[in-house]
């Protein structure tokens, strides 16, 4: 069992940054890839980054560049630094966990509840 939650969110300007914190608990965190998906208002949930236990990583096109997924085991934490944020990158963003990483949400096994992000022309 894996419990996640996430934090960092708030509203920032565009161009600005913003880093999402999630922390986990349960023992067998570091063998789950992490992910983070994002959801805004009338659309489909979306893969954003994803981080295998080794450290292998993948990003949505939209992302790529200006967002980066990190992860401590230590300290049971994944990490999305998100720099050049741009309006539509307004979301509700979400940390999940799978066995396996994917970038569909359907992988996942546990999800976080969510931490708004708005970001102002």
């Known amino acids: 069992q894996v419990h996640l939650v996430e934090s960092g969110g708030g509203l920032v300007q565009a161009g600005g940054s913003l880093r999402l914190s999630c922390a986990a608990s349960g023992r067998t965190f570091s063998s789950y890839a992490m992910g983070w998906f994002r959801q805004a208002a009338g659309k489909e949930r979306e893969f954003v980054a994803a981080i295998t236990w080794s450290g292998n990583i993948y990003y949505a096109d939209s992302v790529k560049g200006r967002f980066t997924i990190s992860r401590d085991n230590a300290k049971i934490t994944v990490y999305l630094q998100m720099s050049s944020l741009k309006p539509e990158d307004t979301a509700v963003y979400y940390c999940?966990?799978?066995?396996?990483?994917?970038?569909?949400?359907?992988?996942?096994?546990?999800w976080g509840q969510g931490t708004q992000v708005t970001v102002s022309s």
């Open positions: 999940a966990a799978s066995r396996l990483v994917g970038t569909t949400p359907t992988r996942y096994d546990y």
